[in-house]
Structure formats: C-alpha cells, structure tokens
C-alpha cells in the first residue's frame, strides 16, 4: 500500500530515503486523481523494497505543494538521493510511471 506522505514526515520519508521516490500529489474532488490512484497502489506493490510510493492530499498539506509549485493534480514527482529528478503531470497510464521508476533504479 502506498504510504501517506505528509508536510511533518516529508523529510524522514522522502528527502532521507535511500531508494528513489514517487510521490502522487492528489484530492478527493480530483476526478483525474481517482484515476492514477489504483495505478499507484499497483506500482506500490510491485516496487515493495526497491522504491518507495508514497501519496499527499494537497488539501491537508499545503507546505511542500507550495514549496514544488505543485498548480494541477494529478502531479507525480520522482525524487532520488533527496532532489527532484523527474515530474509528471496529469493522468497516464501505468506504463509511463513504470518506465520512469525503473530509469531511477538503474
């Protein structure tokens, strides 16, 4: 199961993380976000031990969306070794996050 990631667990869950990190920017009233979120949970699944996924309700975490100008949802960011090193916004199929994960893993 992706883990919730939060303003106050930001730093320990994904600025310290040794494996590379998704995060999936989201909200209840985001149609497009309903979509990519079962994608998520997959990829959470099959990336257990060598990634971590994680999701944050932009809603109830204002801090660290401001902090990446994050302006539309679904907006899923890629982080490895505590920098940014990839972004995707809105909708896409499971292979596209997939083959952007497995570029961080290599």
Not at 46 to 75: C, H, L, W
């Amino acid at each position: 199961m992706a883990i919730e990631i939060t303003d106050s667990n930001w730093q320990e869950v994904v600025m310290k993380s040794d494996k590379p990190v998704l995060v999936d920017f989201w909200a209840e009233w985001c149609g497009p976000c309903r979509m990519v979120g079962p994608i998520v949970e997959e990829l959470s699944k099959e990336y257990e031990g060598k990634a971590v996924i994680g999701k944050m309700n932009v809603d109830f975490n204002p801090g660290v969306s401001q902090e990446y100008g994050i302006r539309s949802i679904p907006t899923l960011l890629i982080f490895k070794g505590g920098q940014l090193v990839d972004k995707q916004v809105g909708a896409v199929p499971k292979n596209i996050l997939a083959g952007k994960l497995d570029s961080q893993l290599a």
